[in-house]
């Protein structure tokens, strides 16, 4: 490959399509391989790269790439990870990383063999570091995470079995930007109610929790789908003198001086998450800020509110 890093894809849709745009635009890879359970889709996507299209993921890693990513549906997390990590490649994987706890404990091990990073990219916002430092030093209070949005538009969303809920597929950002902020959570208390006006329907349409940090903090955490569109995606950290509310979009500061607004750029946070894997895998530099490791903590903490939810009882994480 003359010296570039010899990347595969699992999964070719819009999110694998993101990343092979990305990847794209790096000298030093190119994308090798695609498959897909779509053959027209995987073919599509390959050729838009100068790749081959592979008929199943035990194709792909005959063909030897340095790293494979995985991008696929909730439902379909598992046995592509546990082949490919079986195999020894690096692995870059998009939340959720499951779509249940089991299947994610399973697959730990495997990943601490290799490489791995999973697309948490929220991580490498320039704004969330510079919420980080203004936090530092200060005793945190408060913190309360929201993900207020929409349905969006696949089919196999509204179904629990298929997506897993709003707080496993859509809360993850939000999760871990609260376990960032605040530290671990170590008990949840949620509740949730509603269904989405949409056919087979079964996931809530709204979630209210409340959550206990290891340190002693309260916090609380809102989703929703109810709306028509993203109204809210962010993390709102209280310290003493000091209010903070961190997402994609903004950073927005208040304290005695007034307020004080950061525009956020999740464009170069998207490229930098894929940059850091492919230079772990490389050699080159250290920056994976979310291991496979690292993930599946706040995947523990999503299925903790989940189950919650469901149960309407206290849980711990």
Known sequence: MGGK???????????ARRHASVLAGFPDVRLVGVTDVVPEAAGALAAEHGALAYPDVGAI?????????????????????????AAGLPMFVEKPIAIDLATAERLAPLAERVVTAVGLHWRYLAVVERARDLLAGREVRLVSGAWLDKVPPVD????????????????????????????????????????????GADV???????????????GTLATTCALGWKHRAAVEVYADGLAVSVGEEELVVRDGDGEHRYPGDPVAARVA???????????????????????LRTHRLAAAVARSAATEEAVGV
Not at 74 to 82: L, N, S
Request: aromatic residues 6%; charged residues 20%; contains cysteine.
């Open 5 to 15: 890093c010899a990347v595969a894809m699992v999964g070719a849709g819009n999110v």
């Open 61 to 85: 890693i005959e063909s030897q790439p340095d790293a494979v990513y995985v991008c696929v549906p909730p439902f379909a997390h598992g046995p592509a990870e546990e082949a490919v990590l």
């Open 156 to 199: 196999w969303w509204v179904r629990r079995e298929s997506s897993g809920g709003p707080l496993i597929e859509q809360a993850p950002h939000v999760l871990d930007l609260m376990r960032l902020l605040g530290g671990e959570v170590v008990r949840v208390h949620a509740a949730g109610g509603g269904r989405p006006p949409v056919d």
């Open 204 to 218: 809530d349409l709204a979630t209210a929790a409340m959550v206990r940090f290891a340190s002693g903090v309260p």
């Open 273 to 295: 998450v894929d940059r850091a894997f492919v230079d772990a895998v490389l050699g080159v530099a250290d920056d994976v800020r979310v291991p496979y490791a690292e993930a």
